[in-house]
């Protein structure tokens, strides 16, 4: 056999390959815009509808927001917390030993208290240093000092002090819009078995928030940012839109999930040795509830907004990105029992298989793709025009879904786009596609290159202050 | 006499017509009587004057005689020329006499006719008088004319606006008559109207209401939720009660917040409403029991017994017990003291939610069997009992020095947790 002909025979089953995983993913890509976009024009018509669960006497629920260094957010953060157009709920921001002025900065604007309150650690986590307490507020708010051990640590330690039944995570940099704590809990009134509700994390560059409400849109001014709002609607919004129609979501953001504390607890809470810790509890309450045989589910509210800073440079995206291939990894390797085990069901058949051939092998896959075409064209074994009309058409494809997802979210929560914006977000779709994705592609290949050394880091990414009114 | 203020005031505006006459003749009468006296008067002068008259004739005609004798003797003395002793005597006395008789009708004259004359002024001024009482007489008359001119006009006015009320009132009662009459028509016609609305809404009610159990069998939870808004807006109790025994007997899941909030927002009378549900409890599945007694919890405090029975009843569920049990830390009810602390010292390690909620109910009750009870209770081996414990005893605001024996305390936990609570206290004090 010649060197040509292994190279044939080896372009041959590439090809094949490729023709099944990109079928698999275009057809993936497809329901998921097509369900996701059907289901936000439903939430449309039933809110129309007044179809509406309007409760007052509402379920309690726990904000914990773990905070590293957030000195330049953190007091717009509890600000818009404050502002939420809810009952009973209580803050619980839990200071993971920054080096800056976080804790003094939210002492000083909040007028706390220090007390000696007692923490039951049902969760294990570091010891606390100090906690402070006012009442003087709308809702109780809480800041507890302890030592560094990572974002999933505070976040145990927010478990550990919290008082309610429900508890939500959330980013320090995050705002959550004024009907936000409303439209989570739904899902917990409509089923009695659900154990986590992931909410919508949307891009926050170039929208103005006035107490809770946003009071203008436009496509943020960095082309970085406008390409992720253009990346998180294709990906996020509408692939866990249809995880959700299966109850096999894997993933909640950590900028916006409610919890119920019981279950978390008894499945160990956060697990603070992983990076991506949000995605390894969703896993773990999956494995948990199954191997326990209680019935539960996991929910994903689309109308449940929560407003994030997406890195507006390509370092921190970066940075962000490979945190967050780290995380995938960890997870799905420390629950890998779950692939294809019947005993998991949907979310070790559908869900394991797709995250591990879509998302976490996919920057392998494709990178191995464009080396193969390099190859290809320099063993002459390339159809150069069928190519460049394959990757338009790729590019077409995923374009038109990308769009698609994007209108149907602006329009579905009557957001209003200039033209400009319009023609903004039809020509970066195809940059997006063309070229963010590869290079993403390439950093989250080479994420796990030293991982380990990474554990406890938060990721940092370059923060900028909220206009939060 | 003449002051307008003596006469009654007619109804219409002039004098009294009796007070006037009565005056009139009262004038009339003294009048009269003046009159007469004055006659007699007039003729007791008159005859007086006469009899001067005739005296003075007479001393007159005397006084002649003399002169006609002085005269003669005068005569006879020229004729004679030789005139007697005896008559020169005589002719000197009676010229004295005569000269006396002429002074005495001289004073006599003058008295008379000074009588005479004051009489005359008198008579001048009765006349005068009697002028004026005329005068007057003539004005009262006037006046009194006048007066009955009044009267009379009064008289007619009073008439016409007799006769015009009379003509109005008769119109009016027409008119009242046939309004009534139009009025009545228009009830009836309302009445019947809206009997028959009634009975087509009444009707469409039953048909809806009907509906909206159905509904309520769906397993839509927005359609169920809906169905059972509409419910709660008609307000009738007994079929709250059938929709959520319907509810109940569905396996589609329904929150209990979302039972609870929505039977407190029924329209009609909640005391009904309880009364019904309570009525049906026994046949309600767990869960509506909790939100039915929840839904209690937040309406009324008349509960007590049946509460206690639920709470003491060890064959019903835990979650339902507990929310009975947490009616007593809402309302104070007294024969639960006595459960609630049993509850509180003897429970197992098994049932410690029962401790727990009974820990938290006693903050209700302030009296120090209580107290010692959740002072016990914060050196219990379970955190929550502790909690509890320790944010009831607060609750009943103790004096410091009954605390120091658990500040001072060995109990590091029940140290730390009423510590806490303390703060905490102080705390919520500021916020308010």
């Known amino acids: 056999m010649s060197a040509r002909d292994f190279y044939q025979i080896f372009f041959e089953y590439v090809g094949i390959f490729f023709i099944l995983y990109l079928i698999g993913y275009a057809s993936f890509l497809f329901l998921a815009v097509t369900v996701g976009t059907s289901t936000l024009y439903s939430c449309k018509k039933r809110n129309m509808l007044k179809n509406e669960l309007k409760n007052d006497y509402y379920i309690p629920v726990s904000i914990i927001v773990p905070a590293y260094n957030e000195e330049v957010t953190i007091t717009e953060t509890i600000r818009s917390l404050l502002a939420l157009d809810y009952r009973l709920y209580e803050i619980i921001v839990v200071d993971d030993g920054s080096k800056d002025e976080t804790s003094r900065i939210v002492l000083e604007t909040f007028k706390m208290k220090r007390v000696d309150r007692p923490i039951r650690k049902l969760i294990v986590c570091q010891e606390e240093e100090s906690v402070y307490e006012t009442r003087s507020l709308k809702v109780p708010l809480t800041l507890i000092r302890k030592k560094n051990g990572g974002k999933a640590d505070a976040l145990n330690m927010g478990i550990n002090a919290s008082a309610y039944p429900y508890f939500i995570c959330m980013d320090a940099d995050s705002v959550l819009q004024y009907d936000s704590l409303e439209k989570i809990i739904r899902p917990v009134l409509e089923h009695d078995n659900v154990v986590a509700v992931g909410g919508a994390v949307r891009p926050c560059n170039g929208a103005h928030i006035e107490k809770g409400y946003v009071t203008k849109y436009k496509m943020p001014r960095k082309l970085l940012a406008c390409m992720q709002v253009l990346e998180y609607d294709r990906s996020f919004l509408a692939a866990r839109i249809l995880f959700d129609k299966l109850n096999g979501s894997i993933i909640i953001s950590g900028a916006f999930g409610l919890f119920k504390k019981s279950t978390v607890i008894s499945a160990g809470g956060y697990d603070a040795t992983t990076m991506g810790e949000d995605m390894e509890l969703v896993v773990k309450l999956h494995a948990f509830c199954r191997e326990n045989r209680v019935p539960y589910s996991i929910r994903y509210a689309t109308d449940a907004i929560c407003w994030t800073q997406v890195p507006e440079k390509l370092g921190d995206l970066c940075k962000q990105r490979r945190r967050w291939h780290i995380g995938l990894f960890q997870s799905m390797y420390r629950h890998r029992k779950m692939f294809l085990n019947r005993k998991y069901g949907k979310v070790g058949a559908v869900s394991y298989l797709y995250f591990l051939l879509y998302e976490l092998l996919s920057p392998y896959i494709e990178v191995f793709g464009v080396l193969t075409m390099i190859i290809a064209y320099f063993v002459d074994l390339i159809n150069i025009p069928f190519m460049i009309l394959f990757m338009l058409i790729y590019v077409v494809y995923s374009s038109v879904l990308s769009l698609t997802a994007f209108l149907a979210r602006v329009h579905t929560i009557d957001l209003k786009l200039t033209a400009g914006d319009v023609l903004k977000a039809i020509g970066l779709c195809a940059a997006e596609v063309s070229f963010l994705r590869f290079m993403m592609a390439w950093v989250r290949m080479t994420a796990l290159i030293g991982y380990r050394k990474k554990k406890k880091n938060w990721g940092r990414i370059e923060r900028t202050k909220i206009q939060f009114k | 006499m003449q002051e307008r203020g003596m006469f009654r005031v007619n109804i219409f505006g002039g004098y009294n017509k009796e007070d006037v006459n009565n005056y009139i003749q009262i004038l009339e009468n003294d009048m009269e009587a003046i009159k007469i006296k004055n006659n007699m008067e007039n003729m007791e002068l008159k005859s007086e004057f ?41 002719l000197e006395y009676l010229q004295q006499e005569n000269k006396r008789l002429k002074e005495l009708l001289k004073n006599s004259k003058t008295e008379e006719t000074n009588d005479l004359e004051e009489k005359l002024d008198m008579q001048e001024q009765m006349k005068q008088e009697i002028q004026i009482l005329q005068d007057n007489k003539k004005r009262y008359e006037e006046e009194y004319k ?75 939870l927005y359609c169920r939720v809906n169905a059972f808004s509409a419910l709660y807006a008609f307000g009738h109790p007994l079929y709250i009660a059938k929709a959520v025994h319907i509810q109940d007997e569905r396996e589609e899941f329904l929150n209990e917040k979302i039972l609870t909030e929505g039977l407190m927002s029924f329209d009609g009378d909640h005391s009904m409403l309880m009364s019904s549900l309570w009525d049906e409890m026994g046949g309600f599945s767990d869960r509506t029991q909790l939100a039915v007694i929840n839904y209690i919890r937040f309406q009324s405090g008349s509960y007590g017994a049946e509460m206690l029975q639920i709470a003491s009843d060890t064959l019903r569920g835990k979650e339902v017990r507990l929310a009975a049990m947490r009616y007593f830390g809402k309302y104070y009810y007294y024969p639960a003291q006595a459960f609630l602390l049993e509850l509180l010292d003897n429970c197992t390690q098994e049932d410690w939610e029962y401790a727990v909620v009974s820990a938290s109910a006693l903050g209700n009750y302030h009296d120090p069997k209580s107290t010692e009870a959740l002072k016990r209770a914060l050196y219990s081996s379970n955190w929550y009992i502790r909690r509890n414990a320790a944010e009831s005893l607060i609750a009943h605001h103790p004096p410091f020095k009954e605390l120091t024996d658990i500040i001072n305390g060995p109990d590091r936990y029940a140290r730390e947790i009423l510590m806490y609570q303390l703060e905490s206290e102080e705390l919520k004090e500021k916020g308010r």
């Open chain 2, 50 to 90: 006469q009899k001067l008259q005739e005296e003075n004739k007479m001393l007159i005609e005397k006084l002649g005689q003399c002169r006609q004798q002085e005269d003669e003797e005068q005569l006879k003395v020229k004729e004679g020329r030789e005139i007697p002793q005896d008559a020169l005597d005589e």
């Open chain 2, 146 to 220: 006048a007066i009955v001119k009044v009267l009379e006009d009064a008289k007619l006015s009073a008439r016409s606006i007799e006769e015009e009320t009379k003509k109005r009132a008769d119109e009016i009662i027409a008119n009242a008559q046939k309004e009534a009459e139009l009025f009545r028509e228009k009830l009836k016609f309302q009445i019947d109207k809206e009997l028959e609305d009634k009975g087509i809404r009444l009707m469409a009610a039953k048909y809806k209401i009907e509906s909206y159990c159905n509904y309520i069998k769906k397993e839509n």
